[in-house]
């Protein structure tokens, strides 16, 4: 009798079922199951109410809650101690661990028929049993356009967006619909400071041009990559941007700098925003 698996100690781990994408087939049935195979339609959604009654307002309709997740494996790679260099290894790990969790919510996307996918959160953590492993997730809520109307991407895949449904709704009114989200990412080493260096600057106000040139060019390699997609697919410009910066599982001189935002095209005429007026009870 096994007990945790703990009397097959020599045996395979046992496969899960996927997609040739990588999604479980499990993810499938519920999917299915909400899309109102065998029973009556159910959307589930992370959105506030406030969210969910924007989206009715534009005659979207939320379908489902879309995930996709990549445990990854990040390897190794050496750098000079004193120098300032990108760590190219580990730059296109990160990328293709995020991407391969787009991808597989996107195809979740797909599966409720969905025409995009708003709030879309990405997410880097760990667990304790796997130490030199990262868990990458996307997250958001599918949504379907209402008929007749264009909301897919150039390559015909649903918009993807971490724009909250609130600015989704002020984009909308003027005319522009969210692309994709688009991102750029560099994981950069920065050099330690030499014994003279240390020496020089002990006691001293004075700028560190080694480190600001060194955490200047991570910035910049990640934004202009970022910059580099949203071109690809000919948006017109990208909002909500934001630069985030952690050392994940590595030393504190190795950081990975990110890029992200959500491209935007032109595809209506502005509608007008209509003023709100807020009364405060506080005062």
Request: proline fraction near 4%; hydrophobic fraction near 40%.
């Amino acid at each position: 009798m096994s007990f945790f698996g703990i009397g097959n100690r020599g045996g395979q781990q046992s496969a899960v079922n996927t997609t040739q994408g990588g999604v479980p087939l499990d993810a499938i049935a519920r999917l299915r199951r909400m899309r109102g195979e065998g029973g009556k339609p159910l959307f589930t959604s992370d959105l506030s109410v406030s969210e969910f009654v924007l989206l009715k307002e534009l005659n979207m309709e939320p379908v489902g809650l879309v995930l996709g997740s990549s445990i990854y494996h990040v390897g190794l790679q050496y750098a000079n101690y004193f120098n300032n260099e990108e760590l190219g290894v580990l730059t296109q790990a990160m990328y293709h661990a995020r991407e391969l969790a787009m991808a597989r919510m996107e195809e979740e996307a797909a599966a409720l028929r969905a025409d995009g996918i708003v709030g879309v959160r990405l997410e880097v953590g760990g667990y304790a049993w796997a130490e030199n492993a990262l868990e990458f997730t996307a997250i958001g809520t599918a949504v379907k356009a209402p008929e007749g109307s264009d909301y897919r991407t150039v390559h015909g895949k649903p918009f993807t967006s971490d724009l909250s449904v609130q600015d989704f709704y002020r984009l909308h009114q003027v005319g522009y619909i969210p692309a994709e989200l688009v991102m750029g990412t560099c994981v950069y080493h920065i050099a330690h400071a030499g014994f003279v260096q240390t020496m020089r600057t002990l006691g001293t106000n004075i700028e560190l041009p080694n480190y600001t040139a060194a955490i200047y060019d991570a910035r910049e390699l990640a934004m202009s990559r970022m910059q580099a997609e949203a071109e690809t697919h000919g948006a017109e410009g990208v909002v909500g941007m934001k630069i985030v910066e952690k050392n994940h599982i590595w030393q504190p001189h190795i950081i990975e700098f990110m890029a992200i935002g959500t491209s935007i095209v032109k595809r209506t005429e502005p509608a007008g925003v209509k003023p709100i007026f807020q009364v405060g009870l506080n005062d």
